[in-house]
């Protein structure tokens, strides 16, 4: 008899477990996808997560293929058009906030360089692992969702609350919250160990020169990358 395959808890309805074996917890560093995610969970607020998995292609036509700088751009002509679109969640302050999110985004990216830079800098630049034992231990936030969920507020994100930001936190894998049981849990890990691997990799490969051991702030002012 085959053996049953273990799942976190809430992985029960045939797209949640398509969602949780393919990409729950896996660690996201591209800008694009990272959009999506905060956009969707913004979605999702006082809704089930399955609610926004259903109408995820619906979000994606709707918001340019979850292209920040599209998104940025859209005016009351698109408040309306997504207002009429029964595809997504109907409601006027996600869609406003979405919109506000694109362009509070991309402040970041100006600032930061990429989103991805920005966000995984609340993690030390590599996943935590929640080793968790059961459903009992995953919490609903952290000290750092809260510290996340504060800062995006300061830029201007709305629809951010720290429970938003750990399920964010959660779903790009900044944390790995699979349970210990769960057989996703060690081949997240080791996505999460091979992302360090590849960057001390690259460091060993290429020793950094004087001028780029120099802070951030310092090579801005003398006008080189940062």
Request: charged residues 30%.
């Amino acid at each position: 008899m085959p053996r049953e395959v273990i799942r976190c808890f809430w992985a029960r309805d045939p797209l949640d477990v398509v969602y949780h074996d393919r990409e729950w917890g896996v660690p996201v560093r591209d800008d694009r996808r990272l959009f999506e995610f905060l956009l969707l969970e913004g979605a999702q607020a006082g809704l089930s997560w399955i609610t926004i998995l259903k109408k995820r292609d619906a979000y994606r036509r709707a918001f340019a293929d979850f292209d920040a700088r599209r998104v940025a751009r859209f005016g009351a002509a698109d408040t309306r058009r997504l207002m009429a679109d029964a595809g997504i969640v109907r409601n006027r302050a996600k869609i406003e906030a979405a919109v506000a999110n694109a362009r509070a985004f991309l402040a970041v990216v100006d600032a930061h360089g990429s989103f991805a830079r920005y966000v995984w800098d609340f993690v030390g630049g590599h996943a935590l692992q929640g080793r968790r034992r059961s459903r009992r231990d995953v919490p609903a936030e952290t000290e750092l969702s809260r510290a996340l969920s504060k800062d995006l507020k300061a830029r201007g994100f709305r629809f951010v609350g720290p429970t938003i930001c750990y399920a964010f936190m959660q779903a790009v894998g900044l944390v790995n919250d699979h349970t210990r049981d769960c057989f996703r849990y060690r081949a997240v890990v080791r996505l999460g160990q091979a992302r360090r691997s590849a960057r001390s990799a690259r460091a060993i490969r290429r020793p950094r020169s004087a001028s780029t051991r120099r802070p951030v702030a310092a090579r801005a002012a003398a006008g080189q990358p940062k």
